[in-house]
């Protein structure tokens, strides 16, 4: 073999080699692109650490005895929502530790919130305080701190219309008012305040749309946790909701729980159809069905809906005024109602979503 035919070998060589090289990298990376889609990496279980939960108490509304409506999915693209988890985190809810200071620090409280007499005992955790000249009433668990500020509307004769703070000057007010207490925690710090406006009519309270017209002006606290909504039984009203005069807060309702995202553990969730299984046998709590322009805060009468039309499906934490151990999550459906004689009604209602095999059966 001449010179010149080796070092056309070796050429042809090193061109094989580097084209047996190239196709061995492009195909490995080929490969590692593909073999996620052929064979998908097994996704770990839900931890579920604090073992089987006690079911969600959802106190819901009562239909007129003659409704059994039709729940229809009304959504956009007409179908149930296909890109919900099919897990989520329960949270621990921290209660405070009793200690011999603790009905003191209630006391504390009460005073100033201007109730200076000694309080009536009406069990081990519950104080109620009185100042009969001013008609108003503290009722405060001492345990959790929660508590309860009420005026006899009777008492506020003295309010003018038009004379409460704006919305916005209320919102700043309350936050004011419990950030002086130390009551206003960075939750709902951060979180959605709605403000509103009340009027006294036949000694009770209603909304308003404008400030001329109002005696009172409200601002409800909302606070969500990793982004999710955090929502309450009455969902227009705050677990933490105070009411403002010109010059007073004749109105506060305080619930709070406490929650560290660090004690928190994934659970398996009913798949969306099962879900709807459930609220299609009577199983939703129904929240709120009212007309969309009805006072959210007025008592609510039963009506008889034929149809109930759920336009929106999506996930959030249930929180109680009463404890519960774990802030667990629910669906949320909105919608409309209709009755018989074409009344539109504002729908919405809960679902717990924890998957039953991991909440404990009623006995």
Known sequence: MTLTETAQLTKRGAAVLIIALTAGFTGRAAWSRIKPIIFPPQTPPPEVAFGKLLRLEIPGLPLAETSKPEYVVDTTTGRLPQDLPDRAKVYRIILPE?????????????????????????????????????????????????????TDVKKLTDL????????????????????????????????????????????????????????????????????????????????????????????????????????????????????????????????????????????????APEKLFVTKIYLGYFDSEKFQEYLQPVYILEGLGLTADRVQLKLIAYVPAVADDWVKKEK
């Open 98 to 150: 009793t200690t011999l200071l603790t009905s003191q620090r209630a006391k504390d409280l009460a005073a100033k919130l201007g109730f200076s007499q000694s309080p009536q005992k009406i069990s081990s955790s519950e104080y109620r305080f009185e100042n009969s000249e001013e008609g108003r009433i503290l009722q405060m668990n001492i345990t959790t701190g929660n508590f309860d500020l009420e």
């Open 160 to 303: 003018a219309s038009g004379s409460p703070p704006s919305k916005a000057a209320a919102v700043e007010q309350a936050a004011t008012f419990l950030q002086n207490l130390g009551l206003l925690n960075d939750d709902y710090t951060k979180g959605r305040k709605d403000g509103s406006y009340l009027k006294i009519e036949g000694g009770i309270l209603k909304k308003v749309d404008n400030l001329s017209s109002a005696h009172l002006t409200r601002v409800d606290f909302f606070r969500k946790i990793e982004e999710q909504p955090i929502v309450g039984a009455k969902p227009y009203g705050g677990l933490i909701t105070v009411i403002l005069g010109k010059d007073s807060v004749p109105f506060v309702s305080y619930h709070f729980w406490p929650l560290n995202p660090s004690q928190s553990t994934t659970y398996p969730l009913k798949t969306v159809e099962q879900m709807w299984s459930e609220t299609q046998e009577g199983k939703a709590q129904i929240v709120f069905l009212a007309p969309a322009n009805a006072d959210p805060f007025a008592s609510y009468e039963p009506s």
